[in-house]
């Protein structure tokens, strides 16, 4: 990028950060409108919220602990191990994917020249973080329920939630605007989901992977906060501790977020023409 599209660029960040603000209750009122209408009509309403993701959750207890007999991972049962990773994971997974395709479904919002398209991933993505907020209460509940006291490492849960909705932020700005002139990206991105669940080290130790093979994982930004959670409920290890790999994260988090942006404002004038 030329450095003097750097001002520019910069300008229009911080006036997006700016409208973030004062949209503040727009916002809201946009993601309470979103996370009711979505199980709107169904006998259990937004029960079902919360229901699919811990049926989600229980079936795969299921599968690795009871069928695979997995043992304890750190000295921590497999079910709270596996659980700590699965929470955040489902939170990307369903705000990006809902993300995605947030334009193409609000066509009708689209055409609507004073409308701030903008907001629509950040609408689903706060709609998603409800669901998540009540799963962080279960797994703490969870943790109690085996004996282990509320720790002070809980606080960094909302430093890692914080960098993976920037991530879902760009991700989401990104596709939801290529979308429109590819549709087949919707797939792709489901694909792209369906793959990283598994090859992201949510049901499996990183240690049983061969030396050489680490950097696949250590390479996807998820695992990062992936690991971040299992510390802040597990571990002893503050996001500090890993100073490379945190330099990482929000380089690759950061860039991703820019691109992104810019991509999203500049095909932001077409969106009307091909909905």
Same mark, same amino acid.
């Given at each position: 990028m030329a450095a003097s599209s750097l001002p520019v660029l910069n300008t229009g960040l911080i006036a997006g950060l700016r409208d973030l603000v004062?949209?503040?209750?727009?916002?809201?009122?946009?993601a309470q409108r979103d996370f009711q209408t979505r199980y709107l009509g169904s006998a259990l309403g937004l029960t079902w919220a919360f229901i699919q993701p811990t049926v989600s959750i229980l079936i795969l207890w299921f599968v690795f602990e009871v069928g695979f007999r997995s043992g304890?991972?750190?000295?921590?049962?497999?079910?709270?191990?596996?659980?700590?990773?699965?929470?955040?994971?489902?939170?990307?997974?369903?705000a990006w994917g809902a993300g995605t395709g947030c334009v193409?479904?609000?066509?009708?919002?689209?055409?609507?020249?004073?409308?701030?398209?903008?907001?629509?991933?950040?609408?689903?993505?706060l709609s998603a973080l409800v669901i998540h907020t009540f799963f962080i209460g279960v797994c703490i509940a969870m943790f109690a329920a085996y004996g282990y006291a509320p720790r002070w490492n809980?606080?960094?849960?909302?430093y890692y939630l914080t960098g993976c909705a920037l991530l879902i932020t760009g991700l989401s700005w990104l596709t939801s605007s290529l979308v429109l002139f590819y549709r087949d990206l919707s797939q792709i991105v489901g694909m792209v989901l369906q793959f990283g669940f598994w090859l992201t080290p949510i049901f499996w130790n990183i240690d049983r992977l061969p030396a050489h093979w680490k950097w696949v994982a250590y390479a996807n930004p998820m695992y990062y906060v992936v690991r971040g959670?299992?510390?802040? @409920?597990?571990?002893?290890?503050?996001?500090w501790d890993y100073p490379l790999? !945190? /330099?990482? @994260?929000?380089?690759?988090?950061?860039?991703?977020?820019?691109?992104?942006? !810019? /991509?999203?404002?500049?095909?932001?004038?077409h969106f009307a023409d091909v909905l």
């Open positions: 004062r949209s503040r209750s727009l916002l809201f009122d946009l304890p991972v750190l000295t921590y049962p497999f079910i709270l191990w596996m659980t700590c990773g699965t929470i955040i994971w489902n939170f990307f997974g369903e193409l479904e609000s066509a009708f919002l689209v055409r609507k020249v004073r409308f701030r398209v903008g907001l629509l991933p950040i609408v689903k993505l809980y606080l960094q849960i909302a959670y299992r510390d802040a @409920f597990m571990g002893t290890n503050w996001f790999e !945190t /330099v990482y @994260f929000w380089s690759v988090t950061g860039g991703i977020f820019l691109l992104g942006a !810019t /991509v999203f404002r500049r095909l932001r004038p």
